[in-house]
């Protein structure tokens, strides 16, 4: 089984920290770095071919990845 982690306790930097490095380990090095965008979400983008879903079926084109944080409410 694998690790779980309570997410809850994070802030929105080490979330977006979280979503960059998915998207990396992903898609590969050609993604950006995220900024804030105009609703508070973050932006990312990555271009070109890509080892997902695996590294058989590579997917090419233009991916547009969005993260939200929202604090839990307590």
Known sequence: MADSYD???L???PF???VNFL???TLGLGSSGFGPGADGGRDGY??????YPSETERWKGVW???SKFHKPQR
């Not at 990555?46 to 080892?51: H, K, L, N, Q, S």
Request: aromatic residues 10%; negative net charge.
């Open 11 to 13: 802030g929105p930097e």
């Open 64 to 66: 547009y990845v969005q």
């Open 46 to 51: 990555f271009e070109g071919e890509a080892p």
């Open 23 to 25: 998207a990396l380990k």
């Open 16 to 18: 977006e920290n979280i």
């Open 7 to 9: 997410l809850s306790k």
